[in-house]
Each structure stands twice: as structure tokens, then as C-alpha cells.
Nanobody
């Protein structure tokens, strides 16, 4: 497993952009599929975006497709989430997660991820 620390959250207005970063410690980061999830008050944690260990394949939820971009820099042990055209419904705590097993495909299930960060708050006002 890896240790994950998110940053880059904040308060923005609708239509603005933010870039979240997730710094990982541990030697296995470059072999792990990574995901971004979010959880709004009173709601379950949901998948937002995922990226395979090599960066060659990504997946997005329908609610963010075309607005959010996930990427990674294995040399820096960091995964990013660029969020454009933010909407009030994007307000949530955003979590970075690392897959439990190495060299697996992108997945949307929270149960597949064994490493989680503490989360970073994103608030979008209308």
C-alpha cells in the first residue's frame, strides 16, 4: 500500500477550475491504478475518475466526463485531477485512492482500493 495526501481543494464559483493533486509515498505507486472519489454530505462515496498504472487508460463518471481530466506523473509519485467548468453539485470532499493490487485495470469499486487519503474539500458556489 501507499500513503496518499491530497491538496488543491478550495472554494470557487461555478464555472471556475481547480486542480487537485495527490502525492504518494511508497515504491509501488507507479504500478498501481489510481482513482479519485468524492463524497457529498449525506451521500455515499462515489467514483469520479480513474487511471491505469501506466496512464494509458482512463475512466470517468458520466457526471464529470468532458469537464474533469485525470493524469499522473510516476516520476513525481503524483496523480492529478483537473476540474473545469465546476458546478455546485461538484461540491464534496475529494479522495485519492490507490488500488490494492499492482498492474490492475481501472476500476470504479471503492472495495478495490486499499489506500486512501484524508480528502480535500471542494466547494462550488452558484
Amino acid at each position: 500500500q501507499v500513503q496518499l495526501v491530497e491538496s488543491g481543494g478550495g472554494w470557487v464559483q461555478a464555472g471556475d477550475s481547480l486542480r487537485l493533486s495527490c502525492a504518494a509515498s511508497g515504491r509501488t505507486f507507479s504500478s498501481l491504478a489510481m482513482g479519485w472519489f468524492r463524497q457529498a454530505p449525506g451521500k455515499e462515496r462515489e467514483f469520479v475518475a480513474g487511471i491505469v498504472w501506466s496512464g494509458s487508460s482512463t475512466d470517468y463518471s458520466d457526471s464529470v466526463k468532458g469537464r474533469f481530466t485525470i493524469s499522473r506523473d510516476n516520476a513525481k509519485n503524483t496523480v492529478y485531477l483537473k476540474m473545469n467548468s465546476l458546478k455546485p453539485e461538484d461540491t464534496a470532499v475529494y479522495y485519492c485512492a490507490g488500488h490494492t493490487y499492482r498492474y490492475r485495470a481501472v476500476t470504479r469499486a471503492t472495495s478495490d482500493f486499499g489506500s486512501w487519503g484524508e480528502g480535500t474539500q471542494v466547494t462550488v458556489s452558484s
